[in-house]
């Protein structure tokens, strides 16, 4: 409980009472409670989903890369080639230091200290470019390196897999390369483990999205509470005067009550954000979706002095999509036209969000922002993953946003403004909802 008192006093200023007012505000720790315990899952994904993941140390190939560097080797990529005993050489020097209990199911004996040590013995011959080929992107600062090969189980057993190793910068300084593997042998239960992780990268990406909007979603909260207090505190000042007036009363209880469901809605916005469950289709109105992300976004628009112009077309079809998803991608995408602008000097931050019936089967919605622009060299690489323009930021957020509007049978595509102006507008486009009802699965 919240509870606040306040002194009553005569005409003459002397005290006479105390007034007590309280609210319940359980269901805002509730809230909080929830969202720290989603943190938690998020970092320990490594542990739960449904794919192999090592974390490997290669210190001691960094060395060794310096001195051959320092040699004058200068075309890594033929020297590998021309030298395959240097690459089988840095394989047993990378280091295994982590893995999760999927990469011991499929790559070992059910003992997981047997599997820590040298990653050699999973490379079998055939495959040991593919490590020559990560060294290089590394160096040359790619994100990552995702290629389709063969590595090999402690019991001999070769598997066809999809390999991505991730070099981000945090983990490259600390001499750590993480990667992830997807065993291809068998394509369904590939294409499980894939869904679910893109669900717990939806479900992270949202967790992060509130994370982010904490302040806002205090403030959202607070100022309904403040508004029941000081209701309350009226009500009970008309109550005990001499003659009481039962009208005024009557009208600040029902203002409690209008501010107490103003909480709830918010609170019930902020949990269906935060709750973890599978995509569950339905038939969603678009425009009722871009009203509903707005609210999570107000405080910011406000704070950052973004001015909002909704240009929503009217009797628009409905489609058939996750309205919990389609408001994460729309929140997603305005938080990211927000901290674009925030970073232009000058007034006139101004935000269009437009939605227009394309009359061949699809609708679409239009973002516009008056931020500076992107660069022509981040355009092609912003659905990368881990690729980010941000200092703090995960590269996630756009790739995630793009495997969610996919899912609903639309593209996403980004641009700079083409009217003359500086700016990024970023086009969705979604299929109508069928006749027939919901989508089918892929």
Partial sequence: ????????????????????????????????????????????????????????????????????????????????????????????????????????????????????????????????????????????????????????????????????????????????????????????AARQALEVMQTELAHAARITILGELTASITHEINQPLGAISAYAEAGLRWLTRPEPDLKEVELALRSIVSEAKRTDDVIARV???????????????????????????RQELQKHRVKVELDLASSLPDISADRVLIQQVIVNLVMNAVQAMALKENAGRELLIQSTNLLDGKIAVNIVDSGPGISEDHLERLFESFFTTKSTGMGMGLPICRSIIEAAGGEINLANRCDGQQGANIMLTLPEATAGGLMSEA
């Fill in 271 to 297: 949990r269906s954000m935060a709750v973890r469950r599978a995509p569950a289709e339905c038939i969603i109105p678009i425009n009722e979706v871009i009203r509903e992300s707005l609210q999570f976004t």
């Fill in 1 to 188: 409980m919240n509870v606040r008192w306040s002194l009553r006093r005569d005409a003459s200023g002397v005290p006479v009472g105390i007034i007590e007012t309280s609210h319940d505000i359980s269901a805002a720790k509730e809230i909080e409670r929830r969202l720290v315990d989603s943190e938690y899952r998020y970092r320990n994904l490594f542990q739960a989903m449904a794919a192999s993941f090592w974390e490997l140390d290669f210190t001691k190939v960094g060395a060794k890369l310096r001195v051959l560097l320092e040699s004058g080797v200068e075309d890594l990529e033929t020297y590998f080639q021309d030298h395959p005993e240097v690459v089988r050489e840095y394989l047993r020097d990378t280091q295994v230091i982590d893995l999760n209990d999927h990469s011991v199911r499929l790559f070992g004996r059910g003992n997981r200290e047997e599997m820590l040590g040298s990653v050699d013995p999973y490379w079998p011959d055939a495959s040991i470019q593919v490590y020559a080929r990560c060294i290089v992107k590394s160096l040359a600062r790619h994100p990552n390196n995702i290629e389709v090969t063969r590595l090999q189980t402690l019991d001999g057993r070769e598997l066809e897999c999809l390999f991505t190793a991730c070099f981000s910068k945090e983990n490259m300084a600390r001499g750590i390369i993480l990667i992830g593997i997807i065993d291809l042998s068998e394509q369904v």
